[in-house]
């Protein structure tokens, strides 16, 4: 017995790794992914490359489809085993331009604005007149018809800058934005002005998608220190007009996701996305939205590619097109991968912003939660704080119908809303070190997914 007993340790020790051994193997591994990320600009410049030549890359405009090419080298050349553009039709939204002027003392003043996507256009001279001021839905519905007919709705309310949760302020204040235009020409208005979802003052408007359709009004958006101005105009003269002008046409285009595989040693046919977006607003180059998180999601591949990692699962990085408008390349991936019959074992998205890491939320199953809890003291030490239940990404979510388990990678994000959707939002702001971690926390997390089986729902 005493033998046997000896023989079984002397097995455990030769043929086991023990758990101290595998803890250290996480650590090793993990460390050398952050090494790597931090010591490597390639990616940091390709960010720079994508926003210099291929900014404003809305669905269907020209530099969308360069952005898609530009992509498409960049993984060709990171060594990717298989680099394919899925193709899908959709409509689509071109701004051409924005303008808004008051007149005062015979003077005219134009104002910061920006149109909403994908809001409707004015006759050439623009529309001229008045404002209502409201500071919400609900005014709207109060004032009626009899108020609001034939005048510009001028949504005016500031976001909260009081919440630690930046990202709830913003939720709270952009009902105006999204829903403020159609509610407004519910009631005969000819025209909407929506207060930029901007926690600063300052003179960049901030676009964003409104849920518009049929015969459409104009729809913009004024700078935070603008709306001010304005409000401030109106209460001494309540009768002043303005002139609104907005040159956008809607058009139907074939457009494309773009998928790099990095086939997987084990189980080449299960995927783990890796995602980010191609897609960026007409007025801006789209850096920390979502330029970094199509660059951090390639980072993924490069690393796993360049540190010999070893995947058993294929890593699938898609650039998403289209999360701004209609997220059209979100649910054509979820179209092909009933046609193709894909397996999609897990996937996460980052578009929080290229700032430093703080969490993992996760939308799974509780029992996958729960696995991959037991893995977070890994990534303490790099600025992830802990693992929890939560929301994904916007392009990502549709694959929950296929009971996909999804992550989303969050930052700290106190200053996203400075730039997001505006012209703010440029290669300037993002800064390498902060990029990085965000590729190394995202590499390191999909190595212990893989390595762990921890998607597994049983
Ligand atoms: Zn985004």
């Not at 046997?4 to 090793?28: C, K, M, Y």
């Not at 002008?245 to 457009?255: G, L, Y």
Request: glycine residues 8%; contains cysteine; proline residues 4%.
């Amino acid at each position: 017995m005493k033998n046997i007993i000896i023989v079984l340790v002397l097995f455990s020790f030769i043929f086991l790794p023990s758990r101290g051994a595998a803890q250290d193997e996480n650590q090793t591994v993990i460390q050398s992914i952050f090494d790597n990320a931090l010591s490597t600009d390639i990616a940091y410049k390709q960010l720079e490359k994508l926003c210099k030549e291929a900014p404003g890359r809305l669905i269907g405009t020209p530099n969308s489809f360069k952005s898609v090419g530009l992509m498409k080298e960049y993984l060709t050349n990171l060594g990717a085993d298989t680099v394919f553009l899925q193709s899908f039709t959709s409509p689509a939204w071109i701004c051409h331009s924005a303008f808004l002027t008051m007149t005062i003392d015979g003077k005219e003043i134009p104002l910061q604005v920006d149109a909403l996507g994908p809001c409707g256009s004015t006759p050439l001279p623009g529309i001229h007149a008045e404002i209502i001021e409201v500071m919400s839905l609900d005014e709207v519905r109060e004032l009626g018809k009899e108020k609001i007919e034939g005048k510009i709705v001028f949504f005016n309310r500031p976001m909260n800058t009081t919440y630690f949760n930046v990202f709830k302020a913003y939720s709270e204040a952009v009902d105006q934005r999204y829903w403020g235009p159609s509610l407004a020409q519910e009631y005969g208005a000819v025209g909407s002005i929506t207060r930029s979802a901007n926690p600063n003052m300052d003179d960049f408007p901030h676009t964003g998608s409104c849920r518009m359709e049929g015969n459409k009004i104009p729809a913009i958006a004024i700078s935070t220190n603008d709306a001010e101005k304005l409000s401030k105009v109106l209460k001494s003269n309540p009768q002043l007009k303005v002139n609104i002008q907005v040159d956008a046409e809607d058009i139907t285009t074939q457009s494309y996701n773009l998928i790099a595989d990095l086939k997987g040693s084990e189980k080449p046919n299960e995927y783990i996305i890796v995602a980010g977006h191609l897609d960026a607003w007409h007025n801006t180059e789209g850096a920390h939205d979502d330029g970094v998180g199509c660059l951090q999601s390639t980072e993924v591949l490069r690393l796993f590619k360049q540190l010999g990692l070893n995947n058993k699962r294929s890593i699938r990085v898609i650039l998403y097109m289209d999360e701004e408008l209609y997220q059209s390349g979100g649910n054509a991936y979820v179209v092909y991968s009933k046609e193709q019959q894909v397996m999609n074992y897990f996937a996460i998205e980052s578009d929080a912003g290229g700032f430093s890491p703080r969490f993992f939320s996760v939308d799974a199953p509780d029992i996958v939660l729960e696995k991959i809890k037991k893995y977070e003291s890994f990534l303490k030490p790099y600025g992830i704080e802990e693992i929890t239940a939560g929301g994904s990404g916007v392009d990502i979510g549709p694959m929950k119908e296929l009971g996909v388990p999804l992550s989303g990678y969050r930052t700290d994000w106190q200053r996203y809303f400075d730039m997001h959707h505006s012209a703010n939002d440029t290669f300037d702001q993002v800064n390498f070190r902060e990029m990085q971690l965000g590729s190394g926390a995202m590499a390191s997390f999909v190595y212990l997914i893989d390595k762990y089986d921890l998607a597994n729902q049983n």
